[in-house]
DNA sequence: AATATAATTGAAAAGTTGTTCAACTATGTT
DNA sequence: AACATAGTTGAACAACTTTTCAATTATATT
């Protein structure tokens, strides 16, 4: 009764149907690396207080610095990965690098996020 | 001209008004840790398509893993994570356990995310 | 009662991530 | 021109995450 349908998996498939409906209707496997990485960015406590400070006000990386209590080091870090995902976009203005969110998409998501959370 | 408001950081803070405003306005720390575990949980290329699945079908732990060609183990661990984290919910019928998600709040924020990666 | 299978578990291994440190670039000030 | 400061960078380190492996539990079948 049932048998492996692959090589990896130990399994007898019991629910060959529901396997097979789900499996056609699946996207992309770069959908869903994209979807995960775009959560990744969310996923850190660091990350996240900037994304929420950011939503309120264009701010240098000084600035974030003092706001977090975390190095500059730190936070630059943090901010060219969140540049390289296209979520934040800076400019500079003398010596200092203004930062702001790319577009409201971003703040829309972790409203929704908080939303979540408080319930 | 401005002057260190704490030990940590190594700045003279440019713009004390901004900084001012947005540390008060900011939610406690905890919300920050909740929101980034939630996301977290989303972080991740086989958790965030075992969700994808389930807000399809209800499915046993052997048909995720033949879905996404992977051991029952690996599926199962991750299961473990997301329903800690209240995110799925679990039936047991006989030798096998049947995931659900928890709530259509989970396939709302995936959803968002995928809205967000196609554009 | 013995056997087979679905699922779970803990520990180890492999891979990834976040912060620190020291060095560096670029801009503004004296 | 020399100096100070804002920010960036790469490498190292520590902490964490994910998968694998072997052992175990619980249920169904013979």
């Known amino acids: 009764m049932g048998k492996n349908l692959n090589l990896i998996c130990d399994c007898d498939v019991i629910h060959e ?25 969310f996923s850190d406590y660091t990350r996240i207080r900037i994304f929420w400070a950011l939503s309120r006000e264009e701010m240098c990386v000084c600035d974030l610095a003092v706001l977090l209590d975390m190095t500059k080091s730190a936070i630059s870090h943090q901010l060219k990965l969140m540049r390289l995902a296209n979520l934040v976009k800076h400019e500079k203005k003398g010596k200092m690098v203004f930062y702001t969110l ?18």
């Open 102 to 119: 790319a577009d409201n998409h971003v703040k829309d998501i972790f409203e929704q996020g908080f939303a979540h959370i408080q319930e």
């Open 17 to 41: 149907e529901i396997v097979r409906r789900v499996s056609e209707a699946m996207p992309d496997s770069k959908n869903f690396h994209a979807l995960a990485n775009l959560y990744k960015m």
